[in-house]
């Protein structure tokens, strides 16, 4: 490069013409230095792009392998699908172990209700009144009340339920939201609670507390009855909750069912009692004959929905029981002793019993009808003199329901129902008080309808009855109160025509 310079530059000096292959060259030179620094800037902005390109790949490839271990982690503990599943929801929420040996389910039920009642001016209580008021100012009212309205959280439950070490060994825990309309004080209660255990051969053993295996409108869960609430006829024979050891069978067509137990209605109870035992004993026995092939599930509720085969379920039930005779104030019941429960006016009086109750029923449902008819019965023995002198020993009371529902769209159902309820006793009290044992008639009719927007789950059911003769009884032979059914007793024991209109909505997750 310096020679052709030196040359040019002595031609030049020398005074001679520049040479044309120097220029040319000279331009060459030029170029090529060009090219080189644009090669140059190529080079490091590949290097610098590869570099930022191989740093992004990697932390990617970081990413990816997070994200594989997180999906490997979840794809073991959860999923909504039930099989193979370890949690989600399968007709309620539930929590398993992936073997499922161990399963855990929730759910729960909300029950809204408004309802109405209406006493006849001859059932209310004739208390005089009181003078005329000056004028000019409010008249004094006797206190009796023809009509009582407004709303009510008639049920809301948790259920918890499932199995532990392998699907033979359940278990069930349910709590109970209770108005004050009935039980003062203790807003919570428990209702089923046990531990059961299935064998070979369709045969299980359950001990704890259940709803009593007696009558079948009771035996059907809360959740899935075609009316508002069940009748008054069942509110009076009903056994609801006992604690015991149970013995069941079942097969393809017949189920039995028995068990010793603590007595109708005492459930919640402590071995130890202020003045000793509830009941000196108490069996439950029941039978069920399915004479269709569809299975038991068809039977797990009231209706018969659009497109259900045909099925038919004929039962039959006793409960027989022997009373100690000197329950506490908070347990006083026929089924415990109690002939006279105590009010203001009538003193509580209390004496062994023996009671032997006792129903059959005949469940039926096809597409888009059901129907359904119980006959109960209860007999009152080996009461001695107290008893005897009271009227009670040897009294027969029988009960009648009739139920049916059809279905004029898939959501829409009309229902109706019959009740009627007669007692033959020689029972007599110094001043009027309902009472279970006073000789009576009751004849109540019910009709009404249900919404179904997603069957049982959620529907709106709206009822009306009306009695046709005074209602006598407060509570049943077995302590069950009327007023979880709306209705009240006759306060002067006359006076039928008692009114009461329900709407509810319920909703179960």
């Known amino acids: 490069m310096l020679f052709p310079v030196v040359v040019a530059a002595t031609r030049i000096l020398a005074g001679g013409p520049p040479d044309p292959r120097l220029d040319a060259m000279q331009s060459q030179i030029d170029a090529l230095r060009a090219q080189n620094a644009d090669q140059s800037r190529q080079i490091q902005e590949l ?18 392998g997070v994200v594989r271990d997180v999906l490997a982690d979840s794809s073991t503990r959860t999923s909504l699908f ?15 172990s992936a073997d499922g040996n161990f399963r855990f389910n929730l759910e729960g039920q909300i ?126 024979f009903n056994t609801k909750f006992v604690q015991g050891v ?64 045909f099925g038919a379920v004929l039962g039959a039930a006793f409960n027989w029981q022997r009373a100690a005779g000197n329950p506490p104030s908070s347990r006083q019941a026929p089924g415990n002793g109690t002939i006279v429960p ?34 109960l019965g209860n007999v009152t023995s080996g009461g001695g003199a107290v008893a005897q002198n009271a009227g009670v020993d040897g009294s027969v009371a029988q009960g009648v329901v009739v139920q049916g529902g059809v279905f004029v769209t898939n959501e829409l159902e009309l229902i109706a129902r019959y009740e009627g309820l007669w007692v033959a006793s020689d029972f007599t009290q110094a001043s009027y008080s309902a009472n279970p044992f ?33 209602v006598l009884f407060n509570t049943g032979l077995f302590g069950e109160a009327i007023g979880g059914a709306n209705w009240r007793p006759s306060q002067t024991g006359d006076g039928g025509g008692e009114v009461v209109i329900r709407a509810q909505t319920q909703l179960l997750f």
């Open 111 to 236: 029950q809204v209700r408004y309802a109405y009642s209406h006493l006849p001016t001859a059932a209310l209580d004739t208390v005089p009144l009181p003078p005329p008021a000056p004028a000019g100012t409010i008249p004094a009212e006797d206190g009796q009340i023809a009509n009582e309205y407004g709303f009510e959280i008639r049920r809301m439950q948790i259920n918890m339920f499932g199995h532990m070490f392998d699907p033979s060994v359940t278990y069930r825990v349910q709590i109970q939201y209770q108005r004050d309309a009935n039980i003062t004080g203790q807003p919570l209660r428990f209702a089923d609670v046990y531990i059961q255990k299935a064998f070979e051969g369709g045969w299980f053993v359950r001990t704890g507390q259940w709803k009593n295996f007696f009558n079948w409108e009771e035996i059907d869960s809360s959740r899935t009855q075609q009316f508002v609430e069940r009748s008054l006829v069942n509110e009076y």
């Open 342 to 375: 105590g009010t203001s006016s009538v003193a509580a009086v209390a004496t062994d019993l023996t009671l032997l109750t006792w129903t059959t029923d005949l469940n039926l449902r096809g597409d888009g009808w059901s129907a359904w008819a119980a006959y």
């Open 47 to 64: 290097k610098a792009a590869d570099g930022e390109k191989w740093l992004t790949e990697q932390r990617a490839e970081q990413v990816r």
């Open 82 to 96: 039930p099989s193979g599943a370890t949690a989600g929801y399968d007709r309620n929420f539930f929590v398993a």
């Open 246 to 309: 149970l013995l069941g069978w079942e097969s393809d067509a017949l189920r039995l069912f028995g068990s010793y137990n603590d007595g109708g209605a005492n459930r919640d109870v402590g071995i130890l009692q202020s003045t000793g035992n509830l009941t000196q004993w108490a069996f439950t026995g029941r039978a069920e004959w399915k004479f269709t092939k569809e299975g038991w599930g068809q039977f797990r509720d009231m209706q018969g929905w659009r497109g259900s085969p």
């Open 438 to 470: 006073l000789p009576q008639s009751l004849n109540i009719v019910t009709v009404g309808a249900n919404w179904y927007f997603n069957k049982n789950q959620l529907k709106f059911t709206l009822d009306a009855g009306y009695s046709f003769d005074p």
